[in-house]
T-cell receptor, first 114, second 111 residues
Framework: NAGVTQTPKFQVLKTGQSMTLQCAQDMNHEYMSWYRQDPGMGLRLIHY???????DQGEVPNGYNVSRSTTEDFPLRLLSAAPSQTSVYFC?????????????FGDGTRLSIL | GEDVEQSLFLSVREGDSSVINCTYT??????LYWYKQEPGAGLQLLTYIFSNMDMKQDQRLTVLLNKKDKHLSLRIADTQTGDSAIYFCALRATGGFKTIFGAGTRLFVKA
């Protein structure tokens, strides 16, 4: 049982490059989300999905796209990388929106934009 | 908007109790969580409390909620070096999906 798997674990990009951060879960969770973690700022929600084919914006969506074609996968795309997007990115999933259903987090992708 | 505040650092000696504090502004929050993040890893849910509770105890962990002052605390009894990590306070409203996280408190445990 792998839980939430994120790839890659580390990535360095040049300004203007694009890339996709992968997230997959094997728990049949409907809810998936992407956060970024910056020093002293906690986690901020980028995009989330409540099921296959349904996505919505979070707190800081600009510069990022998502899609949810399957229940298992929720990739995050950086369209044109900027230094301000240097951060640690976490994908999370949960069974439903019930508060007693905890979010399961991946181990993160550490992204540096030069 | 909603805001969650935590002190950034806490240092304790091994065997002592640790108390990590959190204050929040959103009065509609129903679920209040404590997550733990170890180096190089994602967040792991430690415990949670409903807003209609004052206290919850789970082994070495005690969560206290003061709704009037909008103050949440996590007490770790007999703190061990393995408890060294970042602890996040987080809130979620009833029926809502969005979870608001604090900036995290880095706990240092000295042997």
């Amino acid at each position: 049982n792998a839980g939430v798997t994120q790839t890659p674990k580390f990535q360095v990009l040049k300004t203007g490059q694009s890339m996709t951060l992968q997230c997959a879960q094997d728990m049949n969770h409907e809810y998936m989300s992407w956060y970024r973690q910056d020093p002293g700022m906690g986690l901020r929600l980028i995009h989330y999905s409540v099921g296959a084919g349904i996505t919505d914006q979070g707190e800081v969506p600009n510069g990022y796209n998502v899609s949810r074609s399957t229940t298992e996968d929720f990739p995050l795309r950086l369209l044109s990388a900027a230094p301000s997007q240097t951060s640690v990115y976490f994908c999370a999933s949960s069974y439903d929106r019930g508060g007693n259903q905890p979010q399961h987090f991946g181990d993160g992708t550490r992204l540096s934009i030069l | 908007g909603e805001d969650v505040e935590q002190s950034l650092f806490l240092s304790v000696r091994e065997g002592d109790s640790s108390v990590i504090n959190c204050t929040y502004t959103d009065s509609s929050s129903t679920y209040l969580y404590w997550y733990k993040q170890e180096p190089g890893a994602g967040l792991q849910l430690l415990t949670y409390i409903f807003s209609n509770m004052d206290m919850k105890q789970d082994q070495r962990l005690t969560v206290l909620l003061n709704k009037k002052d909008k103050h949440l605390s996590l007490r770790i009894a007999d703190t061990q070096t393995g408890d060294s990590a970042i602890y996040f306070c987080a809130l979620r409203a009833t029926g809502g999906f969005k979870t608001i996280f604090g900036a995290g408190t880095r706990l240092f445990v000295k042997a």
